[in-house]
């Protein structure tokens, strides 16, 4: 049975079971007529062989409410490219790709290079903000929404859930994050979510010596490294995207900075959800999920640095006590949690994580006090239009020939 709790801060909404997919998906063929909607799919090429892709590709082609899908893809070949072409060519949607490594879109790259508005490295949240900039260029959406393409539980219902609060013009919204239960096969995943970033944050309320109300707007989403949601199009101009693994806390962050609560809901969309696990790489911080715990950590030091908020190691150390601590509290409520519902926790295993993750506290820390203006967010794309002002027209251009 879905609760009704709404947590004061964003506007939550439930799946109550009274409403069934095809009564959603009419609503959301009429609202496109006022705000219509295109999706962004960031995938590597790899992805293409996996097995939720087509899986994902298959379920897309009964969507009708559609007006545009874009696809941002990393890591092709020419030969690749040409057969991503031919892959995503029986959608029936108006369909662009964004061939990130051909040299179309290096030629662009360049370009924003040359005015110190690119010095990213190829990555996810590089990925998103030039679909981000072609889709702002195009002005043929209203509403957009974003997903990943490894989802092994993919439906219609899932897509449909996900725009209905940004497409509906009756609602005001100009954000909007999926939320669902990360049980699979028996156990509770999303380890990062439940064993970095929710015990962290509260850490981070303890050691903040005023009420923060940036930590208060994290802490009520359900799910803040959803990596599904949806937005309105005008938010393209204004918000800054991380280029790293943070890019989930990262944009909540700018739209907490940018907009009012009463602009930002979350959604249930899945009773359940699993995708491709990364690996907790415990032996190199540079890979897995140990690299991504890092780039969370940094982005919320900064970010609550950027506020006032002062960090020097003896803040760090007592940051790291304090994690610890309250991360093993958690770990007590999920292993009853689980006994209760009869899924698989590995206590122990549970401990290393959390173990691995107050010493990247340390260490991402350090990192931000020795670089504490390093710049890993990708500049919003007015500026980018202030330093190049016919830069859409040139990113329109490469895409268009690549997918002619």
Excluded at 381 to 393: C, D, H, K, N, T
């Amino acid at each position: 049975m879905s609760d009704f709790h709404q947590n004061g801060i964003v506007t939550t909404f439930h799946n109550f079971r009274t409403k069934e997919l095809e009564s959603i998906e009419s609503e959301l063929l009429e609202f496109s007529k006022v705000r219509p909607m295109q999706l962004i799919l960031p995938s590597l090429y790899s992805e293409l062989s996996g097995s939720a892709l087509p899986d994902i590709i298959n379920k897309l082609k009964k969507v009708k409410y559609l007006e545009q899908i874009t696809i941002g893809l990393d890591r092709a070949t020419e030969k690749e490219f040409v057969h991503a072409k031919e892959f995503f060519s029986v959608l029936p949607q108006k369909v662009r790709i964004l061939w990130n490594d051909g040299p179309n879109l290096k030629a662009v790259s360049n370009l924003l290079r040359e005015n110190g508005l690119d010095n990213s490295s190829p990555g996810k949240g590089r990925n998103v903000w030039y679909c981000m900039g072609y889709i702002y260029g195009l002005k043929n959406s209203e509403a957009v929404a974003l997903h990943d393409c490894d989802i092994l539980t993919y439906d219609r219902e899932m897509l449909a859930r996900l725009f209905y609060p940004i497409a509906n013009p009756a609602f005001n919204f100009y954000f909007c994050k999926g939320y669902y239960s990360r049980i699979a096969d028996g156990k509770m995943n999303g380890r990062v979510g439940r064993l970095l970033v929710s015990p962290l944050i509260g850490a981070l309320k303890k050691m903040t010596p005023s009420k923060s109300n940036y930590l208060d707007f994290l802490s009520s989403f359900r799910y803040t490294l959803s990596g599904e949601f949806s937005f309105r199009r005008r938010l393209i101009r204004d918000v800054r995207i991380p280029s790293d693994w943070g890019l989930e806390v990262g944009i909540l962050s700018e739209i907490q900075r940018n907009f009012a609560s009463n602009m930002v809901c979350q959604v249930d969309i899945a009773d359940k959800y699993d995708h491709k696990h990364q690996d907790i790489s415990f032996s190199d911080r540079e890979e897995g999920l140990s690299k991504m715990s890092i780039d969370i950590i940094k982005t919320l030091i900064r970010k609550l640095a950027s506020q006032g908020v002062g960090f020097d190691k003896d803040a760090l150390r007592a940051l790291k006590a304090t994690y610890y601590r309250t991360a093993l509290d958690y770990i007590s409520s999920y292993s009853y949690d689980a006994r209760m519902n009869g899924i698989e926790l590995d206590i122990n295993i549970e401990e290393s994580f959390v173990e691995l993750f107050a010493e990247n506290i340390m260490f991402g820390g350090e990192i931000v006090l020795e670089n504490p203006v390093v710049r890993n967010l990708m500049p919003n794309w007015s500026r980018v239009r202030s330093a190049v002002p016919f830069i859409y027209e040139k990113l329109i251009d490469a895409v268009e020939r690549d997918n002619a």
